[in-house]
């Protein structure tokens, strides 16, 4: 279980005074390349899943990740998800995002159960959307701070995974209101915005 705080920032003026805050705490900063898919008759989204295979881009060690995750849940700015994830070689991740059916014949644990899971004899894209992440080490947790790039528009979002997210978001938000970051609660996660079509009003 994936448990996130998820706040989303209004504009890009938000977005990059915040980068400007947190500078002193950068860690790092990740081009992903996030793409999305489904078994042909559907299999995962019937069961509210989804598989999903992210590149990191611009890097000297480009990799790649598959990942289910099921069951997605966004309360009061706090995800929880199912995900089990592991690491790919970026060259059969390429192949499969050229052709999904090749899928099928990748060797992975994670296709492993979605196969026998969810009965997925084949599998289909979905498209996706990149994802320009920067990571920051901030009092002691974590910090990933995103801009979204979708075909409909940019998304801003603040994400930070802990096993105590009422805790650190109150720590996030008074953060926030002193200085002066507008912000509001998560109401859906990226997938859910990409498969909608249209940034969240």
């Given amino acids: 279980m994936e448990i996130e705080v998820k706040l989303r920032l209004p504009n890009k003026a938000s977005h990059q ?87 099928i014949n990748v060797d992975s644990r994670v296709l492993g159960r979605v196969k026998e899971e969810f009965g997925a004899n084949g599998f289909k894209g979905l498209g996706g959307f990149r994802t320009v992440r920067s990571v920051y080490e901030w009092n002691g947790v974590k910090l990933e701070v995103d801009e979204v790039k979708y075909e409909f528009g940019d998304l801003y979002e603040v994400e930070c995974e802990n096993v105590e997210p009422e805790k650190v978001k109150g720590m996030i938000e008074t953060f926030f209101k002193e200085n002066g970051i507008e912000y509001s609660e998560s109401l859906m996660s990226k997938f859910a915005i990409f498969r909608a079509g249209k940034l969240p009003s």
């Avoid at 299999?43 to 069951?71: G, H, M, N, W």
């Fill in 17 to 103: 005074k915040l980068l400007q805050l947190l500078s002193p705490f950068h860690i790092t900063t990740h081009h992903q390349h996030n793409t999305f898919f489904d078994g042909t008759g559907s299999q995962l989204s019937s069961r509210r899943a989804v598989l999903r295979l992210r590149f990191y881009e611009q890097t000297d060690i480009p990799k790649c990740f598959i990942c289910l995750k099921a069951k997605a849940v966004i309360t009061n700015g706090v995800s929880r998800v199912e995900e089990d994830e592991e690491e790919v070689d970026p060259s059969i991740g390429y192949a499969c995002l050229e052709d999904p059916g090749k899928l």
